[in-house]
């Protein structure tokens, strides 16, 4: 990376795994309030670790606790703060997503915990994502149900960013290596087909609202590695919106983080020449690995991907992860065993490129 002497081509996981069966059934009798929280997060401790031992035994630079806690990347916000009644808006194929209809109250940490479980279950660095302030006024508030609470989605998102901004202070006084903001809201605003659906007329306004909500989460946050990820969200192998990043590309330099994990290993993100326009100045997190295949990837394969992002972006530059988290809502049936080979695939890759372009073979 940017620094000298670290290794090229590190490699990062997104954030979450898929989970056991029995896992995912623990996480719903938690939503109905069959087991406490307390009873349903010892549990969780004991089952944590392995998913941890996974990603290392798959070789990765950056672990995370595959977000086996959270039901989804983004409720994870309703769950610590206070103002959201559950289940009222649809979010495709049978998932619902809580709306803001009271002022926010935060009542907890977002995701403290979970990174210190995690910093203490791994001699590996670390990686904690958050719900960006965009993604969680884009998939939270709604005319229907908000707008006595908000008047505006732009009201609540102002609203969200000192909640974001308080939590990435609290996870760099931690320690936590690797902090993400998660924003795949961003990247589905480049599909005309769901900008029609949404009725989003203005768009340079939403990607603008993107970028104040992840520099105003960032502000005054001295951390050397924080990453937003980029993706067309997806369940059951599917991703909701496709296309190239050419819309939003530019405003990427505009955002004052250091990396950004975007997806690229799928045909759905639209190829890999919009990275002649990716900013100079920033990390890029290439995805190499489409979790929405079932075929698992060679390691020739992620070779051949993070060359191909070369001819625009320098190895110092370049590190690898998938394309996004395998498994970003607890109902999404990913199978845990298929993550793991491509994890490793996406290692062994990044060992055979650094053979081959420098920088220590692990
Ligand atoms: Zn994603």
Sequence with gaps: MSQAGEPLFPTFVVGSLP??????????????????AAAAARVLDDAIPAAIRMQEAAGLDYVSDGEWRRESYVKVFADAVAGFEPDLIAGGRGA??????????????????????????????????VPSPYTIARRMWSPEHSIAAYATREDFMEACIPIINGELQRLTSLGVDAIQLDDPWLALLVDPDYRARMEIEDVDHEIEMAVQGVNGAVEGVDHPLISVHLC???????HSTRGPYDLIVRALGRMNVHRF???????????????AQFPEDKLLGLGAIDHTDINVETPETVVERAEAAMRYVPAERLTLNPDCGFAPSSINPMDLDEAYLKLRALCDGADLLKSRHGGDAA
């Design 19 to 36: 989970r056991p069966v029995w896992v995912r059934e623990l996480i719903e009798r938690r939503k109905r309030g069959e087991v406490s």
């Design 232 to 238: 067309h969200a997806h369940a059951n192998r599917q």
């Design 261 to 275: 994990a975007m997806e690229f290993a799928t045909p759905d993100a639209g190829g890999i020449e919009v990275l």
């Design 96 to 129: 619902a997503y809580p709306a803001v209809t009271q002022p926010l109250r935060q009542e907890r940490a977002i995701a403290l915990d979970e990174a210190r479980f995690v910093q203490r279950s791994t001699t590996r660095r670390t990686l904690t994502a």
